[in-house]
């Protein structure tokens, strides 16, 4: 079974700092991957995902990931965080031809001023 | 487009009460889940629907959880008798094609059974 590993359950940053969400999966084949972000009382929103073809993934809000096979790792990155940041970043993978999603259990991303 | 819509937003309830939440998915979408949110457990797959088949409910916890899907505009997960431990935020969330476009959630139904 597929699974997901966040590293870090809270990450903080300072405002404009290099923000970097660790995310390792755990499948026999390379999946498809996914960033949502949870904004406090609501539901999750699609940040980027990767599914096939260049391994660089942009998403919205200046963020982007990484799929890298050998490291089996999906790290999301932003090169200058914003206090509109601040939210729980989930990853999510989907092995191919499978319905559903497994998440990790999220990151809570702290932007300081 | 509206999105997924959730109903109600919060549900305060007694505990053995029954507990009915409600959920319209994005028209045109044939899958549908159920996600329930804690900080213990973080997002936990309830169930899913294809074409409004259910195709996997070994997330449901126990009998007293039960989901419908009666038509492609519809969904209903219901708990009866409600306990404290069921208190969650549960997600509706709808997709086409399973996993490979990801999925669009709704705002979640914060329930609270005292």
């Known amino acids: 079974a597929q699974s997901v590993t966040q590293l870090g359950s809270h990450v903080s940053v300072s405002e404009g700092a290099l923000v970097l969400l660790r995310c390792n999966y755990s499948s026999s084949v390379p999946p498809y991957l996914f960033w949502y972000v949870q904004y406090p009382n609501q539901g999750l929103q699609l940040l980027l995902k990767y599914t096939t073809g260049a391994t660089l993934v942009k998403g919205i809000n200046g963020f982007e990931a990484e799929f890298k096979k050998s490291e089996t790792s999906f790290h999301l990155t932003k090169p200058s965080a914003h206090m509109s940041d601040a939210a729980e970043y989930f990853c999510a993978v989907s092995e191919i031809g499978a319905d559903g999603l497994t998440f990790g259990k999220g990151t809570h991303l702290i932007i300081q001023p | 487009d509206a999105g997924v819509i959730q109903s109600p937003r919060h549900e305060v309830t007694e505990m053995g009460q029954e507990v009915t939440l409600r959920c319209k998915p994005i028209s045109g979408h044939d899958y549908l889940f159920w996600y329930r949110q804690t900080m213990m457990r973080g997002l936990e797959l309830l169930i899913y629907f294809n074409n409004n088949v259910p195709i996997d409910d070994s997330g449901m916890p126990e009998d007293r959880f039960s989901a419908k899907m009666p038509n492609a505009s519809f969904s209903t997960l219901k708990i009866q008798p409600s306990e404290p431990r069921d208190s969650a935020v549960y997600f509706c969330?709808?997709?086409?094609?399973?996993?490979?476009?990801?999925?669009?959630f709704g705002s979640g139904t914060r329930l609270t059974v005292v």
């Open positions: 969330a709808s997709s086409t094609g399973g996993g490979y476009y990801g999925y669009t």
